[in-house]
T-cell receptor, first 108, second 115 residues
Framework: LAKTTQPISMDSYEGQEVNITCSHN???????ITWYQQFPSQGPRFIIQGYKTKVTNEVASLFIPADRKSSTLSLPRVSLSDTAVYYCLVGYGQNFVFGPGTRLSVLP | DAGVTQSPTHLIKTRGQQVTLRCSPK?????VSWYQQALGQGPQFIFQYYEEEERQRGNFPDRFSGHQFPNYSSELNVNALLLGDSALYLC??????????????FGPGTRLTVL
């Protein structure tokens, strides 16, 4: 049974780097890993997507080890506005499975 | 350039009724996926439509059905509503169906309350 897990919550201070890890043991060979950010009463917003190794864009980095059984979203120098719920999404064959979400609280 | 739009924003129904939710994809996208998000939980995949056909489906009963129109817009229908169907229903659009990479753009959702 496909399952995706994440820490339920994390706290950080402004300016720090935050790393959120998602476990996805049963990821299919050709599936990608995508991370989303969600604010209350809004739809999820795309952050970054990757297949293996490391991907970086203007807002985040994504690290994926060789076995692809986990992935780590890295947010450099977070600000108060980064307080949100972060989800990983993994394609499992004919299904797409979101993780339970990690509630990140950024403190001043 | 409009993003993904959904209607209505909020909806209240009673048990046993039927509901139809609507979604217009982002310009240039041809694939629409629907998700159910219960309060405090992650979105759960319902199904995905491409070329007016259901291509992939999650673990949802047949009470949940959908349709995609030639202009790529989509509807989600839920019959015989249960209290447990109360949730935020999200529509996401994407392109390049059939490829592993599926960057999906989400709408703001429709909040359904079943009394």
């Amino acid at each position: 049974l496909a399952k995706t897990t994440q820490p339920i919550s994390m706290d950080s201070y402004e300016g720090q780097e935050v790393n959120i890890t998602c476990s996805h043991n049963n990821i299919a060979t050709n599936d990608y890993i995508t991370w989303y950010q969600q604010f209350p009463s809004q739809g999820p917003r795309f952050i970054i997507q990757g297949y293996k190794t490391k991907v970086t864009n203007e807002v985040a980095s994504l690290f994926i080890p060789a076995d692809r059984k986990s992935s780590t979203l890295s947010l450099p120098r977070v600000s108060l506005s980064d307080t949100a719920v972060y989800y990983c999404l993994v394609g499992y064959g004919q299904n797409f499975v979101f993780g339970p979400g990690t509630r990140l609280s950024v403190l001043p | 350039d409009a993003g993904v739009t959904q209607s209505p924003t909020h909806l209240i129904k009673t048990r046993g009724q039927q509901v139809t939710l609507r979604c217009s994809p982002k310009s240039g996208h041809d694939t629409v996926s629907w998700y159910q998000q219960a309060l405090g939980q992650g979105p759960q995949f319902i199904f995905q439509y491409y070329e007016e056909e259901e291509r992939q489906r999650g673990n949802f009963p047949d009470r949940f059905s959908g349709h995609q129109f030639p202009n790529y817009s989509s509807e989600l229908n839920v019959n015989a509503l249960l209290l447990g169907d109360s949730a935020l229903y999200l529509c996401a659009s994407s392109s390049l169906w059939g490829t592993p990479s599926h960057e999906q753009f989400f709408g703001p959702g429709t909040r359904l309350t079943v009394l």
